[in-house]
């Protein structure tokens, strides 16, 4: 499974940015969920968004609710993350994550087996 991520990139606070998934490979089963996380420099990486292919269902880190919006593209396969009203802490490299059978944890970064490359955000205020 390759997963490649791509829209990163330098935008004022306040600003929007549109994160892009792109998953290929081995064909996933219903219980497929993907997700986002970011790492700032020196910080944990920390959970962002995630979706759940087949239902659509959808959670967020509660910094990020009522900003960012997850959601898919079943025949293309991706995943996008549109993150508006960004803000200066949101600056951080930005990865895509997949698992096949996550039925649970959804948030935590140890249960996701695949993972991209990092797309890096800056938010400058």
């Known amino acids: 499974v390759q997963l490649q991520a791509s829209g990163g990139g330098s935008v004022q606070a306040g600003g929007s940015l549109r994160l892009s998934c792109a998953r290929s490979g081995r064909t996933f089963s219903s219980y497929t969920v993907m997700g986002w996380f970011r790492q700032a420099p020196g910080k944990e990486r920390e959970f962002v968004a995630a979706i759940r292919w087949s239902s659509g269902g959808r959670y967020y880190a509660d910094s990020v609710k009522g900003r960012f919006t997850i959601s898919r593209d079943n025949a293309k396969d991706t995943v996008y993350l549109q993150m508006n009203s960004l803000k200066s802490e949101d600056t951080a490299v930005y990865y895509c994550?997949?698992?096949?059978?996550?039925?649970?944890?959804?948030?935590?970064?140890?249960?996701?087996?695949?993972w991209g490359q990092g797309t890096l955000v800056t938010v400058s205020s």
């Open positions: 994550a997949a698992d096949p059978q996550l039925y649970s944890g959804t948030s935590s970064a140890y249960r996701y087996a695949y």
